[in-house]
């Protein structure tokens, strides 16, 4: 079956513009996680949605960050007023349930972001 | 919260040989540690995982044990091939849902 999805593949934008990231992910997964890898680190957390309960924002680095999930399907992450350490590659992962069971998180190709 | 320290951070070995890769967790409430094997430029999949439940699960060349006790956990490659060339990522489930993640080991199998 299809497997998770994002949109643009590669991103490049000027400091200080905003940019938004697209996930699609598995259907019928209930979670839904953000996750960010700058070069040859390794994951940083960002944003985790389970189903209709409010996200958990905890790893969000400044308020310049948001992130929607609507209709518990398609996730889009919004970085405002972009700047060069923001620049990474950003990673949508989706698991069935993440709250009993189900717990494999599946990733997507990510969107490489370069802030020049 | 939970922490997760994984080790070496690069591991050579020579193809054919065994490859072990550590970690340690915090939280003794964690009960999910799944393996992820990173290629270069590639998305992180999902190689073996394991349950609080069991100590030990294989898959082909591949396994992961579970010291409970200890709160540590590895990775097990034997065979090794080029192909097991990568970085792997260990991870813990937390209360709040969350996977914790280990900072990598980059593997390089030398032919």
């Known amino acids: 079956g299809a497997g998770v999805s994002q949109s643009p593949s590669n991103k490049v934008t000027e400091k200080g513009k905003d940019v938004e990231l697209r996930c699609d992910p598995i259907s019928g997964h209930t979670a839904l996680y953000w996750y960010r890898q700058s070069l040859g680190q390794g994951l940083e957390f960002l944003i985790y949605f389970q189903g209709n309960s409010a996200p958990d924002k905890s790893g969000l680095p400044s308020d310049r960050f948001s992130a929607e999930r609507t209709g518990g399907s398609v996730s889009t992450l919004t970085i405002q007023r972009t700047q060069q350490e923001d620049s990474a590659v950003y990673l949508c992962?989706?698991?069935?349930?993440?709250?009993?069971?189900?717990?494999?998180?599946?990733f997507g190709p990510g969107t490489r972001l370069t802030v020049t | 919260g939970e922490n997760v320290e994984q080790h070496p951070s690069t591991l050579s070995v020579q193809e054919g040989d065994s490859a072990v890769i550590k970690c340690t967790y915090s939280d003794s409430a964690s009960n999910y540690f799944p393996w992820y094997k990173q290629e270069l430029g590639k998305r992180p999949q999902l190689i073996i995982d394991?349950?609080?439940n069991v100590g030990e699960k294989k898959d082909q060349r591949i396994a992961v044990t579970l010291n409970k006790t200890a709160k540590h956990f590895s990775l097990h490659i034997t065979e090794t091939q080029p192909e097991d060339s990568a970085v792997y990522f260990c991870a813990a489930r937390d209360s709040n849902y969350q996977l914790i993640w280990g900072a990598g080991t980059k593997l390089i199998i030398k032919p």
């Open positions: 992962a989706s698991s069935l349930d993440g709250t009993s069971g189900r717990w494999e998180q599946y």
């Open positions: 394991i349950r609080s």
